[in-house]
């Protein structure tokens, strides 16, 4: 990459791109990534 600003938007993009906010995760009790964030935002 070009600058550090480069890198950090590309990666940016990848994870955004690729990550599924809605699939299930096992690991987290069968929910998804924003219900159990949101599940732990209300238990804080």
């Known amino acids: ?3 550090f600003e480069t890198a950090r938007i ?3 993009q990848f ?4 990550y599924n906010r ?3 995760h096992g690991s987290i009790g069968y929910l998804t990534p ?5 599940m732990c935002r209300i238990a804080a």
Not at 34 to 38: P, R, T, V
Request: proline residues 0%; negative net charge; without cysteine.
């Open 1 to 3: 990459y070009e600058s």
């Open 10 to 12: 590309a990666l940016f």
């Open 15 to 18: 994870i955004e791109g690729w």
């Open 22 to 24: 809605k699939r299930i």
């Open 34 to 38: 924003d219900e159990y964030e949101k």
